[in-house]
């Protein structure tokens, strides 16, 4: 069976803080791919990252930055000098399902 | 521009009621999905449609039917079965390649409200 876990349920921060949201999926696939997305207030959901459980190389994209890890299933999120716009909730999805989600809280 | 448009926004249904949510693409996405969202829960697949006039069950399947005539439309209906329809519904497209899905296209959501 097929189990993404989101352990943090909320983390807030004073904004410039980094934060690092963790994910942790567990499979019997040798390949999959793995989703972070991101669901601000108005309720909409953004994609932000693909990867697949090949490529273990850190992903950087402005401030957000990705490291997988395929020999402990985690696939963490970090986003740096975070900003008031960056809060949302945060859920780290397998195709078709999806993790609990984190929400993140940026104090001005 | 491209994109997902649900609809209504909001909707308001009596107990007993069958309802349609609208779900709409011009993204040329093969694949359409619908989710459902509690507060303060994650999403949970309902049904799925990879191709034209074709669909798979999800996780939450009871109490709802869908229909994919058109490769831009993917409507849900909400039928007196479900036992607790007042969620927030998602619909979403994603291109896929060999079975590889490359990441969803959300619409901005119907919250449905049953009274």
């Known amino acids: 069976a097929q189990k993404v876990t989101q352990a943090q349920t909320e983390i807030s921060v004073v904004e410039k803080e980094d934060v690092t949201l963790d994910c942790v999926y567990e499979t019997r696939d040798t390949t999959y791919y793995l989703f972070w997305y991101k669901q601000p207030p108005s309720g909409e959901l953004v994609f932000l990252i693909r990867r697949n459980s090949f490529d273990e190389q850190n992903e950087i994209s402005g401030r957000y930055s990705w490291n997988f890890q395929k020999s402990t299933s985690s696939f963490n999120f970090t986003i740096t000098a975070s900003q008031v716009v960056d809060s949302a909730v945060y859920f780290c999805?397998?195709?078709?399902?999806f993790g609990a989600g984190t929400t993140v809280t940026v104090r001005a | 521009d491209g994109g997902i448009t649900q609809s209504p926004k909001y909707l308001f249904r009596k107990e007993g009621q069958n309802v349609t949510l609208s779900c709409e693409q011009n993204?040329?996405?093969?694949?359409m999905y619908w989710y459902r969202q509690d507060p303060g829960q994650g999403l949970r697949l309902i049904y799925y449609?990879?191709?034209?006039?074709?669909?798979q069950k999800g996780d939450i399947a009871e109490g709802y039917s869908v229909s994919r005539e058109k490769k831009e439309s993917f409507p849900l209906t909400v039928t007196s079965a479900q036992k607790n329809p007042t969620a927030f519904y998602l619909c979403a497209s994603s291109i896929t390649r060999d079975r590889v899905n490359y990441g969803y296209t959300f619409g901005s959501g119907t919250r449905l409200t049953v009274v």
């Open positions: 999805a397998p195709p078709h399902r």
């Open positions: 993204l040329n996405h093969d694949a």
């Open positions: 449609s990879q191709i034209v006039n074709d669909f």
